[in-house]
């Protein structure tokens, strides 16, 4: 079973920006449209971005012009570039197929300070 590790989350002023990582263990990129979550206790998760095909990206209303998603097939890797973080947007940040199809990994905290 693939595993999904995300790390990169940490605390930041607000503005501030952070590179969120999400690194899984077999070669699943090449093969999946990926995704970014988030989630805060108690509410539901959101979608935050993902791509088709490696190719389109694809941002939430809330996040678009703010963060950046690339990938890197050769390391299984997906990443999230932060940028302008605003308070409300502390909450766990998680990756997963665009179909949420795997295990949710433990996330990654993202904690947005005034």
């Known amino acids: 079973q693939v595993q999904l590790v995300e790390s990169g989350g940490g605390l930041v002023q607000r503005g501030g920006s952070l590179r969120l990582s999400c690194a899984a263990s077999g070669s699943i990129l090449s093969t999946n449209d990926m995704g970014w979550y988030r989630q805060a206790p108690g509410k539901e998760r959101a979608w935050v971005a993902s791509?088709?095909?490696?190719?389109?990206?694809y941002y939430s209303d809330s996040v678009k012009g703010r963060f950046t998603y690339s990938g890197d097939n050769a390391k299984n890797t997906v990443y999230l570039q932060v940028y302008n973080l605003r308070l409300e947007e502390t909450t766990g940040y998680y990756c997963?197929?665009?179909?949420?199809?795997?295990?949710w990994g433990q996330g990654t905290q993202v904690t947005v300070s005034s």
């Open positions: 791509d088709v095909h490696g190719v389109h990206i």
């Open positions: 997963n197929t665009a179909h949420e199809t795997l295990p």
